[in-house]
């Protein structure tokens, strides 16, 4: 009866279940169309940066120096800031020539699209752009112009003495073309069946790097996929690409970034990764963060490398006082002690970040600890007597019937602030929170006025308020803030209000977050790869050959323990289900 049961919950799982997020994050996905058919996809482990400011077509290189040069005929070459999806593809493909593929290519606003249907070819002469972006490309060399697949074409040379070969020259000091989600399409008509020649490439010679581009290996009937750090080389049907006919290709570009890339490009003032034993960040602002005997550093499921660990059933000496703390020091501009009340609150010279600031942590409670009432999740802090000026969030229970849903508490500008946001309470599960404070936005003609805060949790906005203050002028974050406290509240030598789970990727920016920001941090927290979804320990329960996907093959693997676990003495039988 136990297999029974056993078996009929495995039979349940086996809806085709995957892993949410896994094979999203960190990389670049390349997929090619071929006539209207996806013939694969590959992926490169970073997104595309494309750190140049050409694209070349027709040629590996540039302008001034060619080589592995095409020899045919492109003709309808386009760029979109997006990766179109299939239907797209086979609906340009399967448009007519004229202006219901000219309909079909503008209904996907391109960026760039060259029909080669200005007066000449000359070298040097424009290349007209139909597309939307102000980008042109130059003929260069021999390029020249004969009739095409729809009106006129560029026809290139090939290779031709000193490298100085056929290409098209599309500058892109602007960035219109250097996106980390694209598509290129066109149509190509070639006999080409040695070299390896360039279809385009926008990555300055170097072939694997932040860049992208596509190559036709004619001798293996090849096209390799370039960008995200590698080229992948996807097969076509033998003898078909360069048979003299036109063919339809498109080469999509879809890439994520990894977490810390996406921190990064927001130039945080502070970023604890806690990816170290030692008591130093790991993150590149090399920020000193310290721990006490509460605290601990360690591997923890879901979390991206390491985590901080807060046990706030410890205590030292007197009952109330908790030992469950870590903090990182102000290094912006040193520490300031102002004595008060009142608090002027004008000068945000020694904050972590000077005026607008935002704070990102992402928080799991941990099961077994004790649940406090009140308790800090981070703290700007100098001394008791500035808290009221201090940026914070914490969880407060404001319901006493019910402990377990707690709601986040910010504080700031001498003001507590209750949202009234259930904090995200469930055990074993990280959850994203960020706090902005915009100290200008609503009134800029009259600083210290007011203060717009608002919340995120899990990348989405979840609540927003405005303090006022048209007396004291108290809506500033302090300038007194000499370190942060994470995971607790008042100072490194007698924290209390401590709070109990996991704490990582701890960030402190200048300015305000965006919404979309917020959510591309959220997102990019997923797991990379399957591989990664397992090293965090993400798995599906009844991911038995431990695919990311439960399936029918988990059934296969759970039926055949089954059978061995009927005979209790078989060594073979291991259960991991």
């Given at each position: 009866?136990?297999y029974?049961?056993?078996?009929?919950?495995?039979?349940?799982?086996?809806?085709?279940?995957?892993?949410?997020?896994?094979?999203?994050?960190?990389?670049?996905?390349k997929?090619?169309?071929?006539d209207?058919?996806?013939?694969g996809?590959?992926?490169?482990?970073?997104?595309?940066?494309?750190?140049?400011?050409?694209?070349?077509?027709?040629?590996?290189?540039?302008?001034?120096?060619?080589y592995n040069?095409?020899?045919?005929?492109?003709?309808?070459?386009?760029?979109?800031?997006?990766?179109?999806n299939?239907?797209?593809?086979n609906?340009?493909?399967?448009?007519?020539?004229?202006?219901?593929?000219?309909?079909?290519?503008?209904?996907?606003s391109?960026?760039?699209?060259?029909?080669f249907?200005?007066?000449?070819?000359?070298?040097?002469?424009?290349?007209?752009?139909?597309?939307?972006?102000?980008?042109?490309?130059?003929?260069?060399?021999?390029?020249?112009?004969?009739?095409?697949?729809?009106?006129?074409?560029a026809?290139?040379?090939?290779?031709?003495?000193?490298?100085?070969g056929?290409?098209?020259?599309?500058?892109?000091?602007?960035?219109?073309?250097?996106?980390?989600?694209?598509?290129?399409?066109?149509?190509?008509?070639?006999?080409?069946?040695?070299?390896?020649?360039?279809?385009?490439?926008?990555?300055?010679?170097?072939?694997?790097?932040?860049?992208?581009?596509?190559?036709?290996?004619?001798?293996?009937?090849?096209?390799?996929?370039?960008?995200?750090?590698?080229?992948?080389?996807?097969?076509?049907?033998?003898?078909?690409?360069?048979d003299?006919?036109?063919?339809?290709?498109?080469?999509t570009?879809?890439?994520?970034?990894?977490?810390?890339?996406?921190?990064?490009?927001?130039?945080?003032?502070?970023y604890?990764?806690?990816?170290?034993?030692?008591?130093?960040?790991?993150?590149?602002n090399?920020?000193?963060?310290?721990?006490?005997?509460?605290?601990?550093?360690?591997?923890?499921?879901?979390?991206?490398?390491?985590?901080?660990y807060?046990?706030?059933?410890?205590?030292?000496?007197?009952?109330?006082?908790?030992?469950?703390?870590?903090?990182?020091?102000?290094?912006?501009?040193?520490?300031?002690?102002?004595?008060?009340?009142?608090?002027?609150?004008?000068?945000?010279?020694?904050?972590?970040?000077?005026?607008?600031?935002t704070?990102?942590?992402?928080?799991?409670?941990?099961?077994?600890?004790?649940?406090?009432?009140?308790a800090?999740?981070?703290?700007?802090?100098?001394?008791?007597?500035?808290?009221?000026?201090?940026?914070?969030?914490?969880?407060?229970?404001?319901d006493?019937?019910?402990?377990?849903?707690?709601?986040?508490?910010?504080?700031?500008?001498?003001?507590?602030w209750?949202?009234?946001?259930?904090?995200?309470?469930?055990?074993?599960?990280?959850?994203?929170?960020?706090?902005?404070?915009?100290?200008?936005?609503?009134?800029?003609?009259n600083?210290?006025?007011?203060?717009?805060?608002?919340?995120?949790?899990?990348?989405?906005?979840?609540?927003s308020?405005?303090?006022?203050?048209?007396?004291?002028?108290?809506?500033?974050?302090?300038?007194e803030?000499?370190?942060?406290?994470?995971?607790?509240?008042?100072?490194?030598?007698?924290?209390?209000?401590?709070?109990?789970?996991?704490?990582?990727?701890?960030?402190?920016?200048r300015?305000?977050?965006?919404?979309?920001?917020?959510?591309?941090?959220?997102?990019?927290?997923?797991?990379?790869?399957?591989?990664?979804?397992?090293?965090?320990?993400?798995?599906?329960?009844g991911?038995?050959?431990?695919?990311?996907?439960?399936?029918?093959?988990d059934?296969?693997?759970?039926?055949?323990k089954w059978?061995?676990c009927?005979?209790?003495?078989?060594?073979n039988?291991?259960?991991?289900?």
């Open positions: 009866m136990k029974k049961i056993e078996l009929s919950i495995m039979t349940l799982l086996l809806v085709c279940l995957s892993l949410p997020g896994v094979a999203s994050a960190g990389g670049v996905v997929t090619l169309y071929v209207g058919n996806m013939l996809s590959a992926t490169g482990p970073e997104a595309l940066s494309a750190p140049y400011t050409r694209l070349t077509i027709g040629a590996e290189g540039s302008a001034w120096y060619r040069e095409f020899a045919g005929k492109i003709d309808e070459f386009a760029v979109y800031g997006k990766d179109l299939a239907a797209d593809v609906a340009h493909y399967k448009a007519t020539p004229g202006t219901p593929y000219v309909n079909a290519v503008m209904a996907n391109p960026l760039l699209y060259l029909r249907e200005d007066a000449n070819s000359l070298n040097g002469s424009r290349a007209l752009n139909s597309g939307s972006a102000d980008v042109n490309g130059k003929y260069i060399d021999g390029v020249t112009h004969p009739a095409g697949w729809d009106g006129n074409t026809s290139f040379r090939g290779a031709i003495a000193d490298a100085n056929d290409c098209i020259d599309v500058p892109d000091e602007a960035r219109y073309l250097s996106l980390e989600s694209l598509t290129v399409e066109f149509w190509v008509n070639t006999t080409q069946a040695t070299d390896y020649p360039r279809f385009f490439q926008h990555n300055n010679g170097d072939t694997e790097m932040g860049g992208y581009g596509a190559m036709y290996s004619a001798a293996s009937d090849t096209i390799g996929l370039i960008g995200g750090g590698n080229t992948n080389y996807v097969s076509v049907t033998p003898g078909d690409l360069n003299g006919n036109w063919h339809h290709v498109v080469v570009y879809a890439s994520t970034r990894s977490y810390a890339t996406e921190v990064m490009a927001d130039d945080p003032c502070v604890l990764k806690f990816d170290n034993q030692l008591l130093v960040d790991s993150s590149v090399h920020w000193f963060a310290g721990y006490n005997s509460g605290a601990k550093i360690q591997k923890t499921t879901g979390a991206i490398g390491l985590a901080l807060l046990d706030n059933t410890i205590r030292v000496g007197d009952p109330n006082h908790e030992d469950a703390a870590a903090w990182t020091w102000n290094n912006y501009g040193g520490t300031l002690v102002r004595e008060g009340p009142p608090f002027q609150g004008n000068d945000d010279a020694y904050a972590f970040c000077p005026n607008d600031i704070f990102e942590v992402w928080v799991k409670r941990a099961p077994g600890l004790t649940p406090n009432q009140y800090m999740i981070f703290q700007q802090t100098g001394a008791w007597t500035r808290e009221p000026n201090a940026p914070g969030l914490g969880t407060i229970d404001i006493p019937n019910d402990p377990n849903v707690p709601v986040l508490r910010i504080l700031a500008g001498s003001q507590w209750y949202p009234g946001v259930n904090t995200p309470n469930d055990v074993n599960n990280w959850h994203q929170l960020v706090v902005t404070y915009d100290e200008n936005t609503v009134n800029p003609a600083l210290g006025h007011d203060m717009k805060i608002q919340l995120y949790v899990d990348g989405a906005f979840a609540a308020t405005t303090i006022v203050d048209d007396v004291n002028h108290l809506a500033l974050l302090g300038p803030l000499a370190h942060i406290m994470i995971g607790s509240m008042n100072d490194r030598g007698w924290p209390y209000n401590c709070w109990g789970g996991y704490i990582d990727e701890f960030s402190i920016y300015g305000v977050l965006s919404a979309q920001r917020v959510a591309a941090h959220y997102a990019a927290w997923q797991p990379i790869t399957c591989a990664e979804a397992h090293l965090r320990g993400m798995q599906l329960k991911d038995l050959n431990g695919d990311c996907v439960v399936d029918f093959e059934y296969a693997i759970f039926a055949d059978l061995q009927n005979d209790p003495t078989n060594p039988c291991t259960p991991n289900w």
